[in-house]
Structure formats: C-alpha cells, structure tokens
C-alpha cells in the first residue's frame, strides 16, 4: 500500500495516490515494496511499465515511463 506520495515526485506524476495498493507489474506480482523500487532504480530512462493498482473498489493500470 502506497503510504504517501511526494509532490512533483515521479509517482504522482504517474498517477499514484496514498492509499494504491500495487497489485501488479507488467502482469507479475509485486512481492514487496522494495523489489519495485529496485525494478525502478535499475530502470534506463525512457522505459515503460504497466502499474497495475487497486483503489478503493477499482482495479487500474498505470502506464509508468521511467524519467
């Protein structure tokens, strides 16, 4: 679950809100937090993902492009 986004941070920008829960990664599983942040840190600029969230009742993709 997501605890708090930054503003103007890369996660608002893509569209995160406190409270997502991270279900899905380009369709795999998230098992943690830092093994998405390890995805992103290790990511090249310009590479996208498919966030799947949930958000109160609603399941959502994001397209996130790695800055």
């Known amino acids: 679950t997501v605890a708090t986004i930054t503003p103007g941070s890369n996660a608002e920008i893509a569209g995160l809100r406190a409270g997502d829960v991270i279900a899905l990664l380009d369709g795999r599983p998230v098992p943690s937090p830092s093994a998405l942040a390890g995805t992103f840190n290790g990511a090249a600029s310009g590479q996208t993902?498919?966030?799947?969230?949930?958000?109160?009742?609603?399941?959502?993709t994001l397209i996130v492009v790695i800055p």
Do not use: M
Not at 53 to 60: C, K, L, N, V
């Open 49 to 60: 993902y498919l966030l799947t969230i949930r958000r109160a009742d609603r399941t959502s």
